[in-house]
């Protein structure tokens, strides 16, 4: 579907079956879906609760995602900024809607609000200076954690402990980049049963958007529907005194302006403590 002022038209309708009804397919046709959208005369679409949508890219086939990329939130780990981009992976399996419940499997999930870009061409060794002519646009992400899973054992678990199921929640929409209030300086909040637990703006990211992109196409393609979660700002729980762990009941909303909003509500699972 296609959102116009939070209203939806079937695309595989309003394209005469040019374009199919899977939202993934989208990605690798991109540069002719918007050159389609941007003239083609669309009705005006009809409303759709936002619990009822799921996440806007639903099979990337890569997830990248990047640790300690705000200098207040290395600080508040005890960490030094980085010297260079420090990138895990989501397993796609994880990937939820923008309104969503998620099981609590461990008793220490922890939040993470995230700018998430979405990738709309195909990248190999892509320089700083071409970075964004290769994004589709930019959505909301959650890069919900478990941290007794992620820093169990001798060696870090990132990638394990951030891909339970519902760990990633994304969304509304895919914003592109010609729309009004998308900047370089975004401001984006998460707010756990009303009160704000981050907030920062973008413009503060250690490695900007296409140094990330940049760096990781040298290593490896990027793909058209891939995303690449950017990292969080400071106000973890885990780093709280005392820690605050998602616990059953909490509702957590992550807003990015410009962008739109995503809701979580937590359910079942461990009694998430606050100890």
């Not at 991109?30 to 639903?58: C, I, K, M, Y």
């Not at 979405?118 to 919900?144: F, K, N, Y």
């Not at 503060?204 to 990781?216: K, N, W």
Request: glycine share 10%; aromatic share 8%; net charge negative.
């Amino acid at each position: 579907m296609l959102a116009i002022e939070e209203r939806f038209v079937d695309v595989a309708l309003a394209s005469d079956g040019r374009f199919g009804p899977d939202p993934q397919a989208i990605y690798d046709r991109w540069d002719e879906f918007r050159d389609w959208a941007r003239q083609a005369e669309l009705p005006s679409g009809e409303s759709v609760p936002h619990n009822e949508l799921g996440p806007p890219v639903p099979r990337p086939r890569q997830v990248f995602a990047v640790a300690l990329n705000y200098p207040e939130h290395a600080a508040e780990g005890g960490f030094t900024a980085p010297e260079e981009p420090l990138i895990f992976t989501k397993f796609p399996a994880c990937l939820t809607g923008p309104v969503a419940e998620v099981k609590l499997p461990t008793p220490c999930v922890d939040f993470e609000v995230e700018l998430v870009c979405v990738i709309g061409r195909r990248g190999d060794q892509v320089r700083e200076s071409d970075a964004w002519d290769h994004i589709a646009g930019l959505t909301v992400g959650q890069d919900l954690s478990a941290r007794d899973v992620q820093l169990r054992g001798p060696a870090p678990q990132y990638s394990l402990g951030k891909s339970f199921a519902g760990f990633g929640p994304t969304g509304p929409w895919v914003v592109t980049l010609d729309e009004p209030g998308v900047t370089a300086e975004l401001e984006l909040e998460s707010i756990l049963d009303g009160e704000r637990m981050q907030h920062d703006t973008t413009a503060s990211m250690i490695f900007s958007v296409p140094v990330l992109i940049a760096y990781i196409s040298a290593i490896c393609p990027v793909l058209p529907g891939d995303l690449i979660f950017t990292g969080t700002p400071s106000g973890v729980g885990f780093k709280r005194d005392p820690p605050r762990y998602l616990r059953p009941g909490d509702v957590l909303v992550s807003r990015i302006a410009g962008i739109g909003e995503i809701t979580q509500r937590l359910t079942g699972g461990p009694a998430a403590g606050s100890e």
